[in-house]
């Protein structure tokens, strides 16, 4: 029995050499470390493969832990120090359950730790720094990693999914017809399963972590590669979409506002558009996102009074329900799919509440629960909105509302606030990965660091004001970008990694996901852009 354990042990120890935790500190003893780790990997068990984790990105599962940790609020600004790519967080429960640190000591521990293993294969606590690898700097802005609950994970499954989607539906029925809410549940259905997909592609290896660890297992370096820049691509669509709202939502609130300067003219949505990004620039540069991440984690209430407003104004103030639109409209159909598929764009976070879990055999029951639930909400929203405003349905239902409502103002107001919140959550990855990118003297410096994430912000304003289209926008984003990461690439990945361990319905099954993923990308895109250019020409 020795034997096995101590391969057990070397398995354990792998577990916490992921791609944003290890790398070699600057002055480290690479040889040392190599040779310990081929001879971890040799040990493997069947199936496992060895992987170089120092790969760009290091600071992906760090970065969507954020959207899976509510923690005590805590704020401080970018200063005094760079924003290095940052200190780990292991992923044992130990460690998931130990406090924060402080600000000075979380400054004096390594940029990149180095697991220690002892026979056990127990790791110990991470040291503190040598005075050369103490000058990468880490950084606080992300918090810890908890252990959570079957509850807590859900809760965490539904804030991931049920987000700015959801103002979207009762356009989506507009734009495909009745018949088209099959596919909000038909993607539902699917998207679930690729989320399974992706817990035993996980599996497959102790030492894979991510979304980006799945696809270097599966296609190497260039899986690697493709996978992260569509992950962050997908993000700053995101955030183009927050400001697109914000501008939308305030212009209907205020629609006389307007700057004019002789030769300049601005209208109320791109002076609120320019408002909010102003509004939303200084949450960039925070270095400890725990405040925001702790105000995310709202985002199941906000989605939750969102659909209780709409309820209230169709029912209590008496807007009413009424039979609308057709069965289906083939020419929009296509947008339709867009707007569902956008509907469930979770796929990236998905290892990262596995990886938080206590009971991770429960993540499958975890992630059942969390579509039922958001299947449910968008559904329900898509009905009631459509019946309620029929053919003059916008984008986001909340432009229909009716002002002189309490509920709709509550709605509006929500629309607002939540995006506020979530801006720089969802921006902070992507700056993050490009900092990654500097060079080391580049790293230390604080300016360096405000000058991406305000260029950042900026441009998601210039993308915003460009194309301030937000249900096309949407649609596009859905039928490329969501159809990559949650239909697409979690089958490609699962085929490659486990092939020849496959039975010939699960090998149908992925085929299947991925001709219709590579069907709907192909037809929801074309039709999404063709709009976007009839409207920028009109």
Known sequence: MAPAYDDMGRD??????????????????????????????????????????????????????????????????????????????????????????????TLTKPFISIPSVDKEGIQPPPTLASKHSS???SYQELPPTQECSYFQSVLNGINVLCGVGLLSTPYAVKQGGWISLSVLFIFAGISCYTGILLKRCLDSSPGLKTYPDIGQAAFGSPGRLMIAIILYVELYCCCVEYIILMGDTLSSIFPNACIDLGEVYLDSHHVFAIMTTLMILPTVWLRDLSLLSYLSAGGVIASLVLVVCLFWVGGINQIGFHP???????????????????????????????????????????????????????????????????DATQSQFTLNMPQKFVASRIAVWTTVINPLSKYALTVTPVALCLEELLPPALLKSHSVSVFIRTALVLSTLSVALTIPFFGFVMALIGSILTMLVAFIFPCACYLSIRRGQLSKLEIVSCILILLMGVACSIIGSYSSIAKILQKLGS
């Open 324 to 390: 609308a639109g057709t069965p289906l409209d083939l020419k929009n159909f296509p947008v339709a799919i867009g707007l569902y598929g956008f509907c469930y764009a979770g796929h990236s976070v998905f290892p990262n509440i596995y990886s938080s879990m206590k009971e991770p055999s429960q993540f499958p029951a975890t992630l059942v629960t969390s579509f039922i639930i958001v299947c449910f909400l968008y559904t329900g929203v898509a009905i009631c909105g459509f019946l309620m405003f029929g």
């Open 12 to 105: 354990r120890a792998f577990e916490f050499e992921t791609d944003d935790e290890e790398n070699l500190a600057e002055g480290g003893n690479n040889d040392d470390y190599d040779s310990d780790y081929n001879t971890s990997s040799s040990n493997r068990s069947e199936g496992s493969q060895a992987f170089s984790y120092s790969a760009w990105p290091q600071s992906y599962r760090q970065s969507m832990d954020m959207y899976t940790s509510v923690t005590p609020p805590t704020v401080g600004f970018l200063a005094g120090s760079s924003l290095g790519i940052g200190s780990s967080f292991l992923s044992t429960s130990a460690q998931r359950r130990s406090s924060f640190p402080s600000s000075e000591q």
């Open 135 to 137: 000058q990468r700097f």
